[in-house]
């Protein structure tokens, strides 16, 4: 498999909502997921302008010495200025903010990061109202078989009356490697074992590092290795406390911390209207799910995680309301794997199964109590898609391979 020649889903709308425009763009993501790449061919398409790294130890100097160096200054155009993996940079919202308040010529500004680049909000550096946030994803399916990225009701529509644009084998290759680029593409499991163990040390020993200065990176790795056993179910720090032999806040610091740089994140009960709802205990997946060797359901179920909430956030970061993802669990045990809500309203529900093709009865329980628009049940292997309504909306049994084709 060679990586795909067309650009990222998100480079049209940094440069039409946020660049193009005079904001700022902020781009977020896992390490590795192609963030560098995206913002290196935008210079390229784009010709004027120049990209920085933190790793350089020059630029680094000018940025402490004279930050508005930085930009250059070019007769008639409008240069894109990139600044890669600045947030290791001290006081560096603050350095911004002076760059991009006194501008003397117009520049395009694109911050790109592997933690969070929104987690900033307090203080008095501020740049609330300069800049937009996006966060981008690795390859899912759909970005796989070259597709534009659908708008909310567009996605649903194709779900229920398209037909599947997946390349034969490439769902299998995405549940195996995973949609990070270079392992995927590469295709190789002994690459791809390779890159998995480098990308958790950068993470570990270098990221994690830079971010919280924890003197504890060792026991942060046997953290690491007890989280792949626990994906794709509720998570119980209580749990890790005990193995790991540290307090409970240590525990939930070390976690909050993963979750900033992308290795992890959890996905909580939605309760409101739930009679006997779960109230706290979240749902643990990882953003690759390849490390999850031993649990095919878990990594099929972490597979089909990952692409709702790309497009969660896919759809959040372009304007087209705030959609989060959930889950629904009561203590009667019904439970319901995924629910999206738009606008704080629940949308759509997704059962996910890897061969029972037989209609989930916690749907009727939940429909019940809460209106769900669009309920689907995915099952991994082949299986024709099957649509009917009823007074509480649309449902509809489909295979993975249709499902995840017509998601951003």
Known sequence: MKPLEHKRYLTAYL??????????????????????????????????????NWDDIEFRRLWAKSPKKTIP??????????????????????????IYDTLETPAQILVTGSARL?????????????????????????????????????????ILKAKSQAKSGDLESLIQFGGFPEP??????????????GRLEKIVREDLRDLSRLPELSQVEML????????????????LRQDLDVAHTTVQRWLNYLNQLYYCYQ???????VPRSLKKEGK????????????????????IAGHLLKASHFWTDIGKGVFDLFYLRNRDKNEIDFLITKNKKPWVAVEVKSQDTAWSPSFQVFRKQIHIPHCFQVVKVAHPTKVWHDEFGTCAIL??????????
């Open 15 to 52: 440069q039409e909502l946020a660049l193009n425009r005079g904001k700022m763009a902020f781009l977020s993501g896992p390490r590795q997921a192609g963030k560098t790449t995206l913002a290196k061919h935008l210079l390229k398409t784009l010709r004027h302008g120049h990209y920085y």
């Open 73 to 98: 200054v070019l007769p008639g155009e409008t240069p894109l200025v990139i600044y890669d993996e600045i947030h290791k940079a001290a006081r560096w919202k603050g350095t911004l903010k002076g």
């Open 118 to 158: 929104n987690v900033y909000r307090k203080g008095g550096d501020s740049l609330l109202g300069r800049y937009l946030h996006f966060r981008l994803h690795p390859f899912s399916l759909g970005e796989m078989a070259g597709k534009l990225a659908p708008d909310p009701e567009m996605a649903v529509q194709n």
């Open 184 to 197: 995927l593409f590469e295709g190789r499991e002994d690459l791809a074992s390779i890159w998995r163990r």
């Open 224 to 239: 690491v290795a007890l989280l792949e056993e626990k994906a794709g179910g509720v998570l119980s720090v209580e749990s």
């Open 267 to 273: 996905i909580r009960p939605y309760s409101r209207s």
């Open 284 to 303: 643990l997946y990882l953003w690759d799910w390849s490390e999850i060797e031993n649990n095919p359901g878990a990594r099929f179920e972490n597979v």
């Open 399 to 408: 295979d993975a391979n249709h499902f995840l084709t017509h998601l951003p």
